[in-house]
């Protein structure tokens, strides 16, 4: 995974899609783009695209980036790995059969001659 270096936009009512220095704010209708997307952006025709720069660089950390690492790091020392349930034998194969259908449960029989029998 690349880091972000530019931030895209759209403008549907002039179909135009700006892309642009990474943002330092979010933005709910922006996309942040990793350099390999940011070049090789391409848009609907009849769209035009708007590049406010053609060099990208990525953002330098911020204590927002150390803080999320750290906080990251902190949960993740605080977790247990889940305890794996204890594998079940397989089960044994049916040696005997009852004698006849069990109380409450219906009883089915095979029916030759059917819709998709061959007989």
């Known amino acids: 995974m690349n880091p972000a270096v530019a931030t895209l936009t759209y ?3 002039d179909s135009t899609a700006v892309l642009g220095p990474l943002s330092t704010a979010a933005e709910p209708h922006a996309y942040d783009l990793c350099e390999r997307h940011a070049l090789g952006l391409t848009v609907p025709r009849g769209w035009q695209v708007v590049r ?4 990208f660089e990525p953002a330098p950390p911020s204590p927002d980036d150390l803080s999320a690492l750290a906080d990251a790091v902190r949960e993740a020392s605080h977790r247990r790995p ?3 349930p204890a594998a ?3 089960a044994a ?4 059969h009852l004698p006849g ?3 409450g449960r219906p009883s089915f029989e095979i029916v030759h001659g059917g ?5």
């Open 115 to 119: 819709k998709d029998s061959d007989d």
């Open 11 to 13: 403008d549907y009512t």
């Open 101 to 103: 259908p069990l109380p």
């Open 82 to 84: 889940a305890a794996r």
């Open 52 to 55: 406010l720069t053609t060099e």
């Open 88 to 90: 079940r034998p397989p």
């Open 93 to 96: 194969p049916v040696t005997h």
